[in-house]
């Protein structure tokens, strides 16, 4: 079973580079991933973005790259405060 602990070490190697070290985003081009910028969306919503993307947007699908676990985790560190 994955942990938050893997989640914040799935972060580092996937989603810091756009997203920044500490989840601040990078104005323009990343949003924000923290527990104040996420508290309108669901588990599932984040999910669905990590596994399929955003259309227009920079991110792109990690479904081929992680597990559903993975991604469960990844969700689990992105809304700890």
Known sequence: ETTVTDGGKIYAAKCAACHGANRQGIP???PALTHDTLTKLSDTDIGNA???GRT???MLPFKASLSTEEIDALV???KSP
């Open 50 to 52: 990590i596994s399929d």
């Open 76 to 78: 689990q560190f992105i």
């Open 56 to 58: 227009g947007t920079a």
């Open 28 to 30: 323009g081009f990343a």
